[in-house]
């Protein structure tokens, strides 16, 4: 059964360097997500992303976070000066279609800013 | 010290029961809803989706019931396993955006 995959698993670094996390959406998919969990706490929808550009966006995807589909299977959420508070799950995950469609999540990739 | 987090409302069952998840939604323009489990350290897998032009969808062993009127949701799982033990997180959708919004969670425990 097709799945979304995601690298590293687990990514820990300093605050202020950046990190690029790495997802391999289901291949037929056309749409594409971020999520992230803070330990403990609820799922929160970051960015979605079609046709090579963000669809939509939450008020914590701010200037820190960019999106990019650099080839035609991976899909990156880069931060560019972690903080303390970048720490959590990320989630990617990917759609056939935008509306009413289920979203398949990868495992996540734990990230620790130190 | 004290803990910092959420505290996530708790549901034990004995093994073979029916367990029954609930799930409150906030925004009435929301019209697709999905009940996810996640397991520790995972990330959350579909287990069943509704529209809102429904009000009740059977899967294996699962069944989602929606009511539009209190906007509430809920998730029944027949014959309760131990595997069935995670958490489970409602979300919901608006056909005018993409993302999804997840609720609270249930922290669900399988006695066996």
């Known amino acids: 059964e097709p799945e979304v995959t995601q690298t590293p698993s687990h990514q820990v670094t300093q605050m202020g360097q950046e990190v690029i996390l790495r997802c391999v959406p289901i291949s037929n998919h056309l749409y594409f997500y971020w999520y992230r969990q803070i330990l403990g706490q609820k799922v929160e929808f970051l960015v979605s992303?079609?046709?090579?550009?963000?669809?939509?966006k939450s008020e914590i995807f701010d200037d820190q976070f960019s999106v990019e589909r650099p080839d035609g299977s991976n899909f990156t959420l880069k931060i560019r000066s972690t903080k303390l508070e970048d720490s959590a799950m990320y989630f990617c995950a990917s759609s056939a279609d935008r509306i009413q469609e289920t979203q398949y999540f990868g495992p996540g990739t734990r990230l620790l800013v130190l | 010290g004290e803990s910092v987090g959420l505290h996530l409302p708790t549901l034990s069952v004995q093994e073979g029961d029916n367990s029954i998840i609930n799930c409150a939604y906030s925004n009435s323009a929301s019209d697709y809803f999905i009940w996810y489990k996640q397991e520790s350290g995972k990330g959350p897998q579909f287990i069943i989706d509704i529209r809102s032009n429904m009000d009740k969808r059977q899967g294996q062993r699962v069944t989602v019931l929606l009511n539009k009127t209190v906007k509430h949701l809920s998730l029944q799982i027949a014959a309760t396993q131990p595997g069935d033990s995670a958490v489970y997180f409602c979300a919901e959708n608006k056909a005018s955006g993409s993302r999804l919004t997840f609720g609270e969670g249930t922290q669900l425990t399988v006695n066996p």
């Open positions: 992303f079609y046709n090579n550009e963000i669809s939509e």
